[in-house]
């Protein structure tokens, strides 16, 4: 992906990466002849796509390395990134999650189910949810912006 100043007909530059902490990715680019600068945010579940596809927002610094993505998941990987059940320093152990709320899930494509469980359990942990019913899921997406997703 790239942007380009509509005005120039220039491909912009990288500017800056921030991670604001709240799961969501920032990104400047500008315009190398006209200065214009825009912005690009991210929802966390984008940010957590893109991170997964191991994208560098912005471009490298350095030169890829043999078996670098696989390198990176053996050091950060966790066997309990999926598992409700394992305990957490931030929180409740275990949630419940509802029959209506599991059929949902269920209808979410396979490959991306574990990621979208994780953002609604760590949603109703933060606030003190005990148990995740698609009235939780409605809410969590339009808190987060993943309506259009």
Known sequence: ?????????????FGERQLPGDGTLAATFKCPKCGRVVAM???PM????????GVEIGGRTVPAQPLETVRKMVATGRDDAFDETAVRPDGPTA???????QERLGRVPSFVRGMVKRIYADYARERGIAE???AVMDTARAELGLEGM
């Open 95 to 101: 949630l419940v999650w509802s029959t209506d709320a």
């Open 132 to 134: 995740i019913t698609p």
């Open 41 to 43: 945010l991210t929802n």
């Open 46 to 53: 984008e940010t957590q796509l893109v991170a997964s596809l």
């Open 1 to 13: 992906m790239k942007f380009l100043c509509v005005e120039c007909d220039q491909q912009m530059t």
